[in-house]
Nanobody, 117 residues
Framework: QVHFVESGGGLVQPGGSLRLSCRAS???????????MAWYRQAPGKQRELVAT???????NYADSVKDRFTISRDNAKKTVYLQMNSLKPEDTAVYYC????????WGQGTQVTVPS
């Protein structure tokens, strides 16, 4: 059983929007709720990079490249983290993953986001 199930990716034109979801399928609620969660992405030929984080208290932080365009949120009852992505650009093309920040579990398969140039 995988630790994280990411979904919501797809092909979207520049300027469009997508909402990604990540369900922490193997984390129990008492572990998920206090965890700082994060979204990462990996573009072809590049290393995985941190995109956004959200603490247990819902304090958020973003990479400069996505600030003011992306919004991370969480639903503890569903053990799910979301990433609302607006004003998408071709450079946002990547596979997107979620994980626990600072204490990563095995990575899920991710969800592909493609923004053509």
């Amino acid at each position: 059983q995988v630790h994280f199930v990411e979904s919501g990716g797809g092909l979207v034109q520049p300027g469009g929007s997508l909402r990604l979801s990540c369900r922490a399928s193997r984390m129990i609620t008492s572990t998920f709720n206090p965890a700082n969660m994060a979204w990462y992405r990996q573009a072809p030929g590049k290393q995985r990079e941190l995109v956004a984080t959200i603490t247990r208290d819902r304090v958020t932080n973003y990479a400069d490249s996505v600030k003011d365009r992306f919004t991370i949120s969480r639903d503890n009852a569903k053990k799910t983290v979301y990433l609302q992505m607006n004003s998408l650009k071709p450079e946002d093309t990547a596979v997107y993953y979620c994980n626990v920040e600072g204490d990563p579990r095995p990575w899920g398969q991710g969800t592909q986001v493609t923004v053509p140039s």
